[in-house]
C-alpha cells in the first residue's frame, strides 16, 4: 500500500486531480453549469486546503485500487479503462443518484457532469497508470 509506485503515483495524480479539477469546473465548464444549476450550493470561497486534502485522499485510494486491479499490466489504456470506470461510478452512477434525491443539477447539467467524470477520472487514471509503468519496473529490480 505505500510503496514507492503508489505514493509516486499519488503525487503525480493529485497534482493532475487539483489542476484538471480547477480548469474544467472552476474555468471551462462554469458558466454552462451555472445555466443548469437549480440551487445554487456552492461557497462563495471555496475551502481550497479541503478541497486539496480530498484530492489526495482520492487519488491514494485510486491508486491503491489501481495498483489491485492492474495486477502488473501499467498502460496508458488499461489506467484509461480503470479510470473511466470509477468516472462510470461516480458520473452516472453517483451523480443520477444525486439527482434522484437532490435539486442540484437539472438532469442535462447531471448527465454532462457524468461524461465530464468520465474523461476526468480516465485521465486520472492514465497518470496513475504510467507512474506505475515507469516506478514498478525499477522496484522489480531493486
Do not use: C
Not at 503515483?9 to 462554469?30: N, P, R, S
Not at 451523480?95 to 442540484?104: E, K, N, Q, R, V
Amino acid at each position: 500500500m505505500f510503496s514507492k509506485s503508489n505514493l509516486l503515483a499519488t503525487l503525480a495524480g493529485f497534482v493532475v486531480m487539483f489542476l484538471l479539477g480547477y480548469a474544467i469546473w472552476g474555468v471551462a465548464t462554469a458558466d454552462f453549469f451555472e445555466g443548469h444549476t437549480i440551487n445554487n450550493v456552492m461557497k462563495d470561497q471555496p475551502d481550497m486546503l479541503m478541497i486539496a486534502i480530498s484530492n489526495l485522499i482520492a487519488v491514494f485510494a485510486l491508486s491503491t485500487l489501481y495498483g489491485k486491479w492492474a495486477r502488473g499490466h501499467h498502460s496508458a489504456k488499461e489506467g484509461f479503462q480503470f479510470g473511466a470506470w470509477i468516472g462510470v461510478f461516480a458520473g452516472l452512477g453517483l451523480g443520477l443518484l444525486w439527482y434522484a434525491t437532490s435539486d442540484i443539477f437539472d438532469m442535462t447539467g447531471q448527465l454532462v457532469n457524468g461524461v465530464i467524470e468520465i474523461v476526468f477520472y480516465g485521465i486520472i487514471g492514465v497518470v496513475i497508470a504510467l507512474v506505475y509503468k515507469v516506478t514498478a519496473a525499477k522496484e522489480k529490480s531493486a
